[in-house]
């Protein structure tokens, strides 16, 4: 068996391997961990532009998870694209069935770059359950505004942060570009600050690799605190690696 600590990754599939499953894998393995994979929907895409998803069937991606967890033990996972909150949640129940102290880190993607809508309703009773079993939640400011319409983000942040971790990432804030800003153990608050705001360039599939970046570092013997730092050094050299829209993962810490 691989000597490496094993973590998970539940997400779609990216032909352009700049987001999705391929992505988080590579991300998985700059951090010297090994990454398994299950497959929630096949994507119609480039780097540039998204055509459709073809999603798998629940039951496929349930007996993918059981599987895994009856050979490897996994303490962490990364979830990305999922067809339904409904869904989710019984990915989640399965994931908790298989380790009751496993780490979620969810990727609340709605939209993709190119404008393809992955969740076509809101189901908000099923969210609040899934919020509540993640361990960490990261949404952008675009996302973070669609979860809870009815809400200000003021307001969607306390509401969430009662109920799950959030790394809310800066990079669509007018304000502040690039701050993140962490909250967790309910009252806690982190802002994480660029560390450059030279040769940064936009990236397709910046918050999967963020994701499971944290994800990684969550995995780890650290604290919250510095596995959020870590996973902003990480994607800050992703986003300046080259000038293309598909980044490459050479980590140095």
């Not at 990480?234 to 993962?249: D, M, P, V, W």
Request: charged share 25%.
């Amino acid at each position: 068996m691989n000597q490496k600590k094993y973590i998970l990754t539940i997400a779609g599939l990216d032909p352009s391997s700049g987001a999705g499953i391929t992505s988080d894998i590579k991300t998985f393995d700059a951090h010297h961990l090994y990454g398994l994979s299950v497959c929630t929907a096949v994507t119609v895409q480039n780097d540039m532009e998204f055509k459709n998803c073809i999603w798998i069937e629940k039951q496929v991606i349930l007996n993918q998870i059981e599987l895994l967890f009856q050979r490897f033990s996994i303490d962490v996972v990364k979830i990305g694209i999922i067809q339904s909150w409904e869904v989710l949640l019984e990915v989640i129940h399965t994931l908790k069935k298989m380790n009751p102290t496993i780490k979620i880190v969810l990727d609340p993607i709605l939209k993709a770059s190119a404008g393809f809508n992955f969740h076509t309703k809101q189901n908000l009773k099923i969210l609040e359950k899934v919020l509540t079993e993640c361990y960490f939640i990261t949404p952008n400011y675009d996302e973070i505004k669609e979860l809870f319409p009815d809400k200000t983000i003021e307001e969607t942040i306390d509401f969430i942060s009662q109920k799950t971790n959030i790394y809310l990432k800066g990079g669509h804030r007018t304000d502040k570009k690039g701050w993140d800003e962490v909250y967790y153990s309910k009252i806690a608050k982190l802002n994480i600050v660029p560390i450059t705001t030279d040769s940064i360039f936009e990236k397709h599939g910046s918050g999967c690799v963020l994701s499971s970046a944290l994800a990684a570092n969550l995995s780890k013997d650290i604290s919250l605190e510095d596995a959020c730092k870590n996973t902003k050094l990480y994607i800050e050299q992703f986003l300046s690696s080259n000038k293309t829209l598909l980044g490459t993962h050479n980590y140095q810490n």
